[in-house]
């Protein structure tokens, strides 16, 4: 089969959706995280730390619930710590990010040679099993982590623009000052969305593990840094966001479909989904107001 062929199949758009997981989930965790005024560039770690948490609860437990709960269970605990870290001790966003990703890096490795004598992957688990009768496409879009993230976008979208909560916690990114003058609780607010952005980010995580049916190390390569991007380009919005991480998973899923078609040095094609992001960025950047950041972003309430 040409790669024509397999672009123009089922096959890339099943491929592209299910790669889009994890760069979906992470980037609403983004979401939520920054619009309360949390920078947060520990989605990467976090993805990591989540995704051995799954495979090391479903290989314990046999379960594939209990894989997923500890893995959204996991990811919120590593976003309390960097709120914590952040509204608690007032310390910096971008070094308590940085922190958490060299710890989730090396961590997992030594959590993953304590548990199962290898330093390079677990064991294989099962994951989620779901619809093996249905055809691929069909499979694909009845995935319970695709409907899991479709159903967490809109009710995101829903929250941030029509419940109190939502404008508290745009509040808080707007002007923490002023949102504390009428009463709203800034830290606590906060740590509440940089926590839930954790678990959110946390299913990405547990997804990628299940795909793959095992924990690689450092097997994120890099996608909590395109979600945090693809949060960029999409201006801090939910839906836009998660459009932008489906882009970002075509690409993906493009070059390993040119990788296996073409006689290119596979190293060009590898490349191809950081250097649309790098481009993306640039664009962004030079378009003046066209994704304008939380205002109080970063800021502490005086």
């Not at 991007?229 to 932008?244: E, Y």
């Not at 649309?276 to 003046?288: D, E, I, P, Q, Y």
Request: hydrophobic share 55%; net charge positive.
């Amino acid at each position: 089969m040409s790669a024509l062929d397999v672009i123009l199949s089922g096959t890339l758009l099943a491929q592209t959706v299910r790669m889009a997981i994890p760069y979906a989930c992470a980037s609403l965790g983004g979401v939520v995280g920054e619009r309360s005024g949390v920078v947060n560039i520990a989605l990467e770690g976090t993805l990591l730390v989540s995704a051995l948490a799954s495979v090391a609860a479903q290989a314990a437990t046999g379960s594939a619930f209990a894989g997923v709960a500890a893995g959204v269970g996991a990811g919120a605990l590593v976003g309390l710590a960097h709120a914590t870290l952040v509204v608690r001790g007032r310390v910096d966003a971008i070094v308590s990010g940085l922190a958490i990703n060299l710890v989730a890096a090396g961590g997992t490795r030594f959590v993953l040679r304590a548990l199962y004598g290898s330093s390079s992957n677990s064991p294989s688990v099962r994951g989620v099993r779901f619809g093996e009768s249905l055809g691929l496409i069909g499979r694909t879009l009845l995935d319970p982590f695709v409907l899991l993230m479709v159903a967490a976008t809109a009710t995101i979208a829903w929250t941030l623009a029509r419940t109190r909560f939502g404008l508290r916690l745009r509040a808080c990114g707007e002007d923490p000052s002023a949102a504390l003058a009428v009463g709203v609780d800034v830290a606590r607010t906060r740590v509440l969305a940089v926590t839930l952005g954790g678990a959110l980010c946390g299913l990405g995580g547990t997804a990628l593990a299940f795909e793959l049916h095992q924990f690689q190390a450092g097997m994120t390569g890099g996608r909590g840094f395109i979600a945090l991007a693809a949060v960029i380009v999409a201006g801090w919005r939910p839906w836009p966001a998660v459009g932008a991480c489906l882009a970002f998973a075509a690409l993906d899923a493009l070059q390993i479909v040119l990788q296996n078609q073409t006689r290119v040095p596979t190293q060009l094609f590898a490349i191809l989904p950081f250097v649309a992001t790098l481009l993306a960025l640039a664009a962004v950047s030079r378009a003046t107001g066209a994704t304008r950041a939380p205002a109080g972003i970063g800021k502490h309430p005086e």
